[in-house]
């Protein structure tokens, strides 16, 4: 399988600046998720790594080979777009099979490599019936087995899965997960839901405004954001702005707070302490001795069936705080909010 890399990859339209200076390394087999509000630059750069785009200054490199002359029919990559773009005219396995038909591989090798595939997506029932007699999710599977048929080094998906329903969605994700992972194939997958991001990728690149605002693991995206955005972005946070009065303590409204110290912080640096709402343990209980505690009333229940957010009134401040609706706490409930200082990150201003 083959490793990605881009470094310092430039792409200006004109005078306007879509991708500005992204490095990015993907591992060979890794599945790696670009992740980003509209308009951020996710397409252009799954394009230029396509080459279907080129970009105005860096380079893009597969397996340590710079790319940039090599054309898109020779860079040997897989791409499978939102809409899925299937030829209306054909069967399922004409379809699935044109990319090896197209390079005039002999009869009986597209035959054997179709009912292979076709087993794989699962759509042996279907391989005579024409896309208009497919649903979504089966028109879904036709696109992603036409481009794995050809043996793409590089898979590249664009937002693939964003006109399917959500439990269609769910289920797709797992399907792709699981094919990625039987194939081993080195995979870039574009999408603007965080959710899904986190669900599929090894690592996520996030982006915003063609600039990459941090790329990790799912859990340090989201437990410990580089910035207010990625936090703000990958869901609900309270966010204290507060100073930091030791390495590990932060002064804030909501009181002193032992948090997790950041390389590179000083004391005394103008902070914001961010602590994700299911991360608080909320007793109605005092919790024991030598635990970090802060006392509250409940101001507002919502239920969301699995799970239940309260809004705690502490003090001056409000916190949010997310549950499994096992249990539900009455609204104007007196309630203790226990902060592990390790969920509590330091963000910078
Ligand atoms: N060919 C082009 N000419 C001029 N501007 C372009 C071109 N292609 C893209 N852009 C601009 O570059 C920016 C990034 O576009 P891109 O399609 O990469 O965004 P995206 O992250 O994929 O968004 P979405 O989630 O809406 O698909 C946008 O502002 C877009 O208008
Ligand atoms: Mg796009």
Redesign the pocket.
Known sequence: MTQVELSAVRKQ?GG?V?IDEIDLDVASGELVALL?P???????TLRMIAGLERPTAGEIRFDGKDVSEVPVQDRNVGMVFQRYALFPHMTVERNVAFGLSVRGLPKAEIEARLDEMLEVVQLQAFRTRFPAQLSGGQMQRVAIARTLITKPSVLMMDEPLANLDTALRGEMRRFIRALQQRFGITTIFVT?DQVEAMELADRVAVIFNGRLAQYDTPERIYRRPASLEVAHFMGAANIFPGRLVARDRIETDLGLLECTPLAGMDVGATVHAMLRGEALEMTTEPPPAGRQAIRGKIASRDFFGASVTYGVRCGSQQVTVTENARRMVDVGAEVWLDIAPEHVWLIRT
């Open positions: 339209f306007y879509a980003g509209s308009g951020c630059g996710k397409t252009t603007h």
